[in-house]
């Protein structure tokens, strides 16, 4: 399950990056505020991902 995860949260990053470079070829503010949108559900997916880590270490282990 956790391997399932990496592969979307680094699908999630190579999206917002594709979108940055269209932002930089044809300067259309769409593809910046896609990527920008894509990078903070990004961010937000890990920070989830990271406090089930945490919870499963600290509460299911003891």
Known sequence: MFALIRVLIGL????????F????ITRQARYFRIGLAI????VIAG???FGVLIF???VLDS
Do not use: N, P
């Open 39 to 42: 990078v903070k559900w990004t």
């Open 56 to 58: 499963e270490h600290f």
């Open 21 to 24: 470079g269209l932002y930089l």
């Open 12 to 19: 999630l990053l190579m999206g917002s990056v594709v979108c």
């Open 47 to 49: 920070l989830v991902f």
